[in-house]
């Protein structure tokens, strides 16, 4: 049973699937799922966290999860749109210790508030930066 | 009794600059804090601002080091995007110029870790070792660093039959050099008591952390973007994984050593494959960049080197995102320094290779305290500004 | 001559600080040490506090984070000491001019005695720019 | 008036200061070079040591906020003093056997100590974390190293039977050196690392490694102390093998061919000195100290027994 089969037969309706290559497939999911794939990817089907990317969007931050599948050759992309203003996203780094960085990264730089995240303080912007500033957003006029 | 000693951010272990704090009990290190974001260049915005193909020239500067590696993710990223084949000929020349890279990575990186050790000699032996691997750059490609080779569709110059001798030579020197070496490592009892058992990362943490790279197969974990999704020419090549169960910094050096034959390896294939394709056909053209997006990843010398571009059909991309190794690596070095002593904390960030030019490449700015929006021209008006203010505050 | 000038253009000791360089810069300038060029023949040596140093070598355009830190550093060199701009992020911000978080070349901070552009410069023009500025001296 | 001149004479000039810190330079300077060749490289001038001095001399001299004024500024001439007082006194009597005194020996080990407790105190004064790290290094190396050397030098001692320097040298002139004794090769060479240990240099140089603590208890001082400092580290240099010339390789001797051979025992050991120093890495502190306790003093210790059984 390949990648996509395993995800369908475990999350059914709530995953949307789509091959970009035969080496791309990107899984469109709700915000609310995202945390419980991200797991199932990582603890049962054994992917490794790339990295997560974001961006800003007319629409809301889109957010892409990228997990490898090493053996498979496989780039799996979770996609999830979160709605502005303020942001918001259950963390997972809390069981997938890798995504710290990312969370605190983008956290930093999209404003986008990770529920849960068990160090949440800022990463790569100074210390002296004030709350509620964040470069890569786009004026949304 | 705690203490708190601060490493950085400029120091004379690290080329460049970041901040470690360290509280130690006596000599052990008990907890720390990695502080980055001295480098910031904002290369990811600053990469909107660029064309697809001037892009690549910006990626090559996040990092000197691996100069080649993010042009590579880069372009496999944009050839992702628009669905171009790359000419043969090109893969073999993007092959050994990303293999070149490594070896002189690898080496600068022995060096180093043995300066950290204070055992100069080894970082001078090594340098020289490493030397005729830049005059071979400088031969094929130009410059000793930031080599240019890399365009999407190919490369931009071609390697000619009559420079392919020279790197032969080369190889034939670097790897009785690299054979001294290795046994030189692996035989000396002091380079053994200091660097065994240092530093350990257990292959659980290894993947906990989602370490890549050396870093992850001197814990264990067999993983290569070279072999699990091949690019330019290693699926055409025969070499193999090199993986090391312990984890410890004499782990990290050995994957690192043995890697070396790996790469002279390749690059002899890929010269004698490049002896018998004919000379030009270097590029395909990349006729419209359509809109959607594009993953590129791809073995840097310190791991899996990670680009996402986004495209809206228009001249310039939309997102770039870049994903350094050394981004990965960094927080697993954490869990690899607890418990052991400030003389090995050096070491361990040796171990790893870290490179803090390619993992801070974005940066930002702000204004005010309240929540606002900026777009390119606010941005850079409001970095005038703190410019002009910065300027006053240190009286130029 | 004397002995005062003499001792210093025999003895450039030199402090490296990257306020956001690539790399390049740097490991060119630690290759200037190594066998093949070895300026320890001309008494250049790296030392590791900038309180010994007589040259502070900036790589790199300056960042907003490093600035305060270039600053401060230069102020703790002893006096005399010279200052080298090293590669064209640090002569002209080059490629990251128009980055917002780039507050611009080094001589918008600290005086600088000696440009070495490059990118990154070969050990060859790092040499001898250093020791254009001890004629200075 | 001549009373009263001449011992400041041996102590400013010969053999006290000057010649101590014009030889210490140049042996300095036959370090860099060795490792440089050693490196592959080509190495310094033979002046290199002296434009360094002379440099330093007319820098700027900074003195850290909030650090111990007189500490920082009387620790590298502490340690300067202590070195041209050991280096007159070893050469005294040396140039001249009888001149010892009772227990010159024991003051010439408490002067030893001298060098290392000025960058002790320098680097404490400073106030600077890495300078206080530096400092405590050198005194944990310190109690590392003085046991196994004490009892290696006392097995000279007991060989003699005299705690009179000039003794030593004189029953080296009558009976041949020392070293022709299994129980004083084994102290001779637990005395050479010890000293390597003395000099800071590796693997032994933990106290200012470089890659960690910047330069250790040097990292805030410039200028003229600075200067101090580098000039009192090359004239340990050349202190310390003489020392163990003296100890245990008949000394240095002044009568026609005899100059010669004193150079090359001298260049001798500098040169293993050197060697040992670019063949080996760091040690960690603590397995510095696990040397010294462990195998260093239990040799020193077995080289000690032998004398007395006689060998």
């Known amino acids: 049973m390949d990648v996509a089969e395993k995800i369908r037969a475990e999350f059914g309706e709530r995953v949307d699937l789509a091959f970009r290559s035969p080496k791309r497939l990107y899984l469109l999911v709700g915000k609310g799922d995202l945390p419980a794939v991200a797991r199932f990817l990582f603890a049962e089907l054994g992917a490794r966290f790339c990295t997560a990317s974001a961006v800003d969007t007319r629409a809301g931050i889109e957010i892409l999860y990228h997990f490898f599948f090493d053996q498979l050759s496989l780039m799996v992309s979770l996609r999830t749109l979160l709605p502005k203003p303020s942001p918001q996203i259950e963390s997972i780094a809390p069981f997938l210790k890798g995504a710290e960085w990312v969370e605190r990264e983008i956290a930093d730089l999209f404003g986008v508030e990770f529920l849960g995240h068990p160090d949440p303080r800022r990463l790569i912007l100074p210390d002296d930066w004030p709350e509620g500033e964040y470069p890569y957003l786009r004026s949304s006029d | 009794m705690k203490t708190i000693i601060p490493i950085g951010p400029y120091h004379p272990l690290l080329e460049?600059?970041?901040?470690?704090?360290?509280?130690?009990?006596?000599?052990?290190?008990?907890?720390?804090?990695?502080?980055?974001?001295?480098?910031?260049?904002?290369?990811?915005?600053?990469?909107?601002?660029?064309?697809?193909?001037?892009?690549?020239?910006?990626?090559?500067?996040?990092?000197?080091?691996?100069?080649?590696?993010?042009?590579?993710?880069?372009?496999?990223?944009?050839?992702?995007?628009?669905?171009?084949?790359?000419?043969?000929?090109?893969?073999?020349?993007?092959?050994?110029?990303?293999?070149?890279?490594?070896?002189?990575?690898?080496?600068?990186?022995?060096?180093?870790?043995?300066?950290?050790?204070?055992?100069?000699?080894?970082?001078?032996?090594?340098?020289?070792?490493?030397?005729?691997?830049?005059?071979?750059?400088?031969?094929?490609?130009?410059?000793?660093?930031?080599?240019?080779?890399?365009?999407?569709?190919?490369?931009?110059?071609?390697?000619?039959?009559?420079?392919?001798?020279?790197?032969?030579?080369?190889?034939?020197?670097?790897?009785?050099a690299n054979e001294m070496l290795t046994k030189a490592i692996l035989d000396d009892p002091v380079l053994n008591a200091r660097l065994k058992g240092v530093g350990v990362l257990s292959k659980e943490d290894a993947i906990r952390y989602c370490v890549v790279g050396p870093t992850a197969r001197a814990s264990g974990v067999d993983i290569d973007v070279r072999r699990d999704e091949p690019y330019a020419a290693y699926d055409k090549v025969e070499w193999k994984v090199i993986?090391?169960?312990?984890?410890?910094?004499?782990?990290?050096?050995?994957?690192?050593?043995?890697?070396?034959?790996?790469?002279?390896?390749?690059?002899?294939?890929?010269?004698?494959?490049?002896?018998?394709?004919?000379?030009?056909?270097?590029?395909?053209?990349?006729?419209?960049?359509?809109?959607?997006?594009?993953?590129?990843?791809?073995?840097?010398?310190?791991?899996?080197?990670?680009?996402?571009?986004?495209?809206?059909?228009?001249?310039?991309?939309?997102?770039?995102?870049?994903?350094?190794?050394?981004?990965?690596?960094?927080?697993?070095?954490?869990?690899?320094?607890?418990?052991?002593?400030?003389?090995?904390?050096?070491?361990?960030?040796?171990?790893?290779?870290?490179?803090y030019c390619c993992t801070e490449r974005m940066a930002a700015v702000y204004d005010g305290s309240n929540r606002r929006l900026y777009d390119w021209q606010d941005l850079v008006r409001l970095s005038q500004e703190k410019t002009e203010k910065i300027r006053k505050e240190l009286g130029r | 001559m004397g002995l005062k000038s003499w001792s210093l253009r025999k003895s450039p000791w030199i402090f490296h600080l990257s306020t956001g360089s690539c790399n390049n810069c740097d490991i060119e300038l630690l290759d200037c040490l190594t066998p093949k060029f070895d300026v320890e023949r001309f008494g250049i040596v790296l030392v590791g506090s900038i309180r010994h140093a007589d040259a502070l070598i900036v790589t790199g355009a300056v960042t907003r984070q490093a600035a305060p830190k270039l600053k401060y550093l230069w102020e703790q060199m002893p006096k005399p000491g010279l200052v080298v701009a090293l590669g064209t992020c640090g002569c002209s911000s080059g490629i990251f001019r128009d980055s917002y978080n780039i507050i611009g070349p080094v001589d918008k901070i600290i005086p600088v005695d000696v440009y070495v552009p490059g990118c990154p410069p070969k050990p060859e023009a790092i040499i001898s720019g250093i020791v254009k500025g001890l004629a200075k001296l | 008036m001549e009373f009263s001149l001449k011992p400041l004479l041996y102590f400013l000039v010969f053999p006290g200061f000057a010649f101590t810190a014009i030889v210490g330079l140049l042996s300095s300077w036959v370090d860099r070079k060795v490792s440089a060749k050693v490196q592959w490289r080509v190495g310094p001038p033979w002046y290199q040591n002296f434009a360094d001095i002379i440099k330093l001399l007319h820098k700027e001299i900074i003195v850290?906020?909030?650090?111990?004024?007189?500490?920082?500024?009387?620790?590298?001439?502490?340690?300067?003093?202590?070195?041209?007082?050991?280096?007159?006194?070893?050469?005294?009597?040396?140039?001249?056997?009888?001149?010892?005194?009772?227990?010159?020996?024991?003051?010439?080990?408490?002067?030893?100590?001298?060098?290392?407790?000025?960058?002790?105190?320098?680097?404490?004064?400073?106030?600077?974390?890495?300078?206080?790290?530096?400092?405590?290094?050198?005194?944990?190396?310190?109690?590392?190293?003085?046991?196994?050397?004490?009892?290696?030098?006392?097995?000279?001692?007991?060989?003699?039977?005299?705690?009179?320097?000039?003794?030593?040298?004189?029953?080296?002139?009558?009976?041949?050196?020392?070293?022709?004794?299994?129980?004083?090769?084994?102290?001779?060479?637990?005395?050479?690392?010890?000293?390597?240990?003395?000099?800071?240099?590796?693997?032994?140089?933990?106290?200012?490694?470089?890659?960690?603590?910047?330069?250790?208890?040097?990292?805030?001082?410039?200028?003229?102390?600075?200067?101090i400092f580098k000039l009192t580290r090359a004239m340990m240099l050349f202190i310390l093998p003489v020392f163990l010339i003296t100890l245990f390789w008949g000394g240095m001797n002044f009568h026609g061919w005899q100059i010669l051979a004193s150079c090359l025992k001298y260049l001798a050991i500098l040169v293993f000195i050197i060697l040992v120093k670019n063949t080996n890495p760091r040690l960690r502190i603590d397995q510095a100290m696990k040397f010294m306790w462990g195998p260093m003093t239990i040799l020193a210790i077995g080289g000690m027994i032998l004398a007395v059984v006689g060998l």
């Open chain 2, 243 to 355: 993986v090391q169960e312990d984890g410890d910094v004499l782990a990290k050096a050995v994957v690192r050593l043995l890697e070396n034959f790996e790469s002279i390896k390749i690059i002899r294939q890929c010269v004698d494959r490049l002896e018998e394709l004919p000379e030009g056909n270097i590029w395909n053209p990349i006729p419209e960049m359509p809109p959607g997006e594009g993953i590129g990843h791809e073995e840097a010398p310190r791991g899996e080197c990670f680009h996402y571009i986004r495209s809206d059909g228009g001249n310039y991309p939309v997102r770039v995102k870049v994903r350094a190794p050394t981004f990965s690596n960094l927080p697993s070095f954490k869990a690899s320094c607890l418990g052991e002593t400030v003389s090995d904390v050096a070491l361990i960030t040796a171990g790893i290779d870290p490179c």
């Open chain 4, 64 to 227: 850290p906020q909030g650090s111990g004024f007189t500490g920082f500024l009387f620790a590298p001439l502490l340690g300067l003093a202590g070195a041209t007082l050991v280096s007159t006194i070893i050469w005294v009597i040396n140039l001249n056997p009888d001149s010892g005194f009772v227990g010159d020996l024991i003051v010439v080990l408490y002067l030893l100590a001298f060098p290392s407790l000025g960058v002790i105190i320098g680097g404490s004064a400073s106030r600077n974390p890495l300078g206080g790290l530096g400092a405590s290094r050198e005194m944990k190396l310190i109690l590392a190293y003085e046991l196994p050397f004490i009892i290696a030098v006392f097995t000279a001692v007991l060989k003699v039977g005299s705690i009179l320097l000039g003794d030593i040298i004189g029953y080296q002139q009558v009976s041949g050196i020392m070293l022709r004794h299994p129980s004083c090769i084994i102290a001779f060479l637990v005395a050479l690392i010890c000293a390597q240990a003395k000099l800071t240099l590796v693997p032994f140089d933990i106290p200012e490694a470089e890659q960690e603590l910047i330069a250790g208890p040097f990292t805030e001082y410039s200028g003229a102390p600075l200067a």
């Open chain 2, 16 to 176: 460049e600059p970041e901040f470690f704090k360290l509280v130690v009990e006596g000599e052990t290190v008990v907890d720390m804090d990695i502080r980055i974001g001295w480098n910031h260049r904002g290369i990811e915005k600053l990469a909107e601002t660029k064309t697809f193909d001037q892009l690549v020239f910006l990626v090559e500067r996040i990092c000197g080091i691996c100069s080649t590696s993010h042009p590579i993710a880069d372009v496999l990223a944009q050839e992702d995007l628009a669905g171009v084949e790359v000419p043969e000929r090109a893969q073999y020349i993007r092959s050994i110029v990303a293999e070149l890279e490594r070896l002189h990575s690898h080496l600068l990186w022995l060096g180093l870790a043995g300066h950290f050790i204070g055992y100069n000699t080894v970082f001078m032996w090594v340098w020289k070792y490493r030397e005729p691997l830049l005059d071979l750059f400088e031969l094929i490609t130009g410059n000793r660093n930031d080599y240019a080779m890399l365009r999407p569709g190919g490369v931009r110059r071609d390697i000619y039959k009559k420079d392919l001798p020279a790197i032969r030579k080369v190889m034939d020197e670097l790897e009785p």
